[in-house]
């Protein structure tokens, strides 16, 4: 299994373009999100999903659309894009344990730099 | 927001030392996960324990949870160069969905050889 996987790896935009973040996921699980992590504030939820057609906002969804067509795939759009979201950005993947706890699997993450 | 912060916020130790990392959150939870994240990586789950817990062991980890005080502690034995990384806490809170994971700032340990 390839886990989380993230397209690209690095991406610099200019203010005011758009772009997808891809991810994608091949062990089958049901909830998937989106995080932006900056130094020193550790990781916020832009958006997330429990299932296939299902998404809601995270703490920082201003900025971010997301879709989830199928089980595997959940790409971030970032609208029109600004220095503020310059960030590291990370998908992840988990699935109910027994007793409803969620362990999540991370991708490595996109290093994106908005000038 | 940040549920859980950990403290304290850099650790540097020695190899063979034993590291601890507390974290203290705020609301009720279903169970509290520690992560690892070396740098430039994704975060990888290291160990969760249940509120109903009060102690867990994973290899060189120690997990203990104070539901009373709402804190819990990260302890790695023996420590090793390689254990050099972020460590993140995330609870799942009893309200709003226990898959919405809330992630403290980290805290960053590095271990001399």
């Known amino acids: 299994n390839a886990g989380v996987t993230q397209t690209p790896k690095f991406q610099v935009l200019k203010t005011g373009q758009s772009m997808t973040l891809q991810c994608a996921q091949d062990m089958n699980h049901e909830y998937m999100s989106w995080y932006r992590q900056d130094p020193g504030m550790g990781l916020r939820l832009i958006h997330y999903?429990?299932?296939?057609?299902?998404?809601d906002q995270g703490e920082v969804p201003n900025g971010y659309n997301v879709s989830r067509s199928t089980t595997e795939d959940f790409p971030l759009r970032l609208l029109s894009a600004a220095p503020s979201q310059t960030s590291v950005y990370f998908c992840?993947?988990?699935?109910?344990?027994?007793?409803?706890?969620?362990?999540?699997?991370f991708g490595p993450g996109t290093r994106l730099t908005v000038l | 927001s940040q549920q859980g912060e950990e403290d304290p916020q850099a650790l540097s130790i020695q190899e063979g030392e034993n590291a601890t990392m507390n974290c203290s959150y705020k609301?009720?939870?279903?169970?509290l996960q520690w992560y690892r994240q070396n740098s430039g990586r994704g975060l990888v789950h290291l160990i969760l324990?249940?509120?109903?817990?009060r102690e867990k062991h994973s290899g060189r980890l120690r997990v203990t949870l104070d539901t009373s005080k709402k804190s819990s502690s990260l302890l790695i034995t023996a420590s090793r160069a390689a254990d050099t990384a972020s460590y993140f806490c995330?609870?799942?809170?009893?309200?709003?969905?226990?898959?919405?994971?809330?992630f403290g700032k980290g805290m960053k340990l590095t271990v001399n050889p």
């Open positions: 609301t009720s939870i279903n169970n």
């Open positions: 992840a993947s988990s699935y109910s344990t027994s007793g409803g706890a969620y362990e999540q699997f």
């Open positions: 999903s429990v299932g296939a057609g299902i998404t």
């Open positions: 324990i249940r509120s109903n817990e």
């Open positions: 995330a609870t799942a809170p009893t309200q709003g969905g226990s898959e919405k994971l809330v």
